[in-house]
């Protein structure tokens, strides 16, 4: 069982934009910055977001990270099958003096 | 460029211990503190612990704490996570992540940017 809840899998078709939530609570992400990766089965994850919404270098504006209160939203734009991962996001929680991770979205562009 | 290269893959008993190393290069090791999570089989991600490059104060995951240690040696710019009493479930992909952990007007902010490419621990008899 996650500390952050994200729902399992979300699909879209190429072209069309998906946003995946992430919920959480005020120990979490109602009061730290929230970042976001992405995860094809065996490679390294990528950093996509961090700090709820600014992107690393060389990751495309397609992929935006907002938030509200004690959630957050990743939203990807004109999507790609490249695009096709599991996709985290994760936080500080002050009460568990630890990071943590959602339980990750599949994302599968049909 | 900035990487992170990790030990080979090991395969243990249960009840041994295991010892998987992180060995950055191309940026300054005492300017970024290390992350490591893992991903067992079918499973999601799941964070294990963060050591600061300020005097390698460490945080666990609570489940891990009695059974986990991370350390330095900056002389080689080198990372470890030491994994003892090892059971089948630790059976994963181990994973080290260059992060930044600190306090921002009140919020903390926290990522992990740049990620080794893993190393699968398998622990079976």
């Given amino acids: ?110 | 460029q900035v990487q992170l290269v990790q030990s080979g893959g090991e395969v243990k008993k249960p009840g041994a211990s295991v010892k998987v190393s992180c060995k950055a290069s191309g940026y300054t090791f005492s300017s970024y503190g290390i992350s490591w999570a893992r991903q067992a089989p079918g499973q999601g991600l799941e964070w294990m612990g963060w050591i600061s490059p300020y005097k390698g104060s460490t945080n666990y995951a609570e489940k891990l704490q009695d059974r986990i240690s991370l350390t330095t040696d900056p002389s080689t710019s080198t990372a470890y996570m030491e994994l003892r009493s090892l059971r089948s479930d630790d059976t994963a992909v181990y994973y080290c992540a260059r992060g930044k952990l600190g306090e921002r007007i009140y919020y903390f902010y926290y990522y992990m940017d740049v990620w080794g490419k893993g190393t699968t621990v398998t622990v079976s008899s």
């Fill in chain 1, 1 to 110: 069982q996650s500390v952050l809840t994200q729902p399992p899998s979300v699909s879209a078709a190429p072209g069309q934009t998906v946003t995946i939530s992430c919920s959480g609570t005020s120990s979490n992400i109602g009061n730290n910055y929230v970042s976001w990766y992405q995860h094809l089965p065996g490679t390294a994850p990528k950093l996509l977001i961090y700090d709820n919404n600014e992107r690393p270098s060389g990751i495309p504006d397609r992929f935006s990270g907002s938030k509200s209160d004690t959630s957050a939203t990743l939203g990807i734009t004109g999507l790609q099958a490249g695009d096709e991962a599991d996709y985290y996001c994760g936080t500080w929680d002050g009460s568990l003096s630890a990071g943590v991770f959602g339980g990750g979205t599949k994302l599968t562009v049909l």
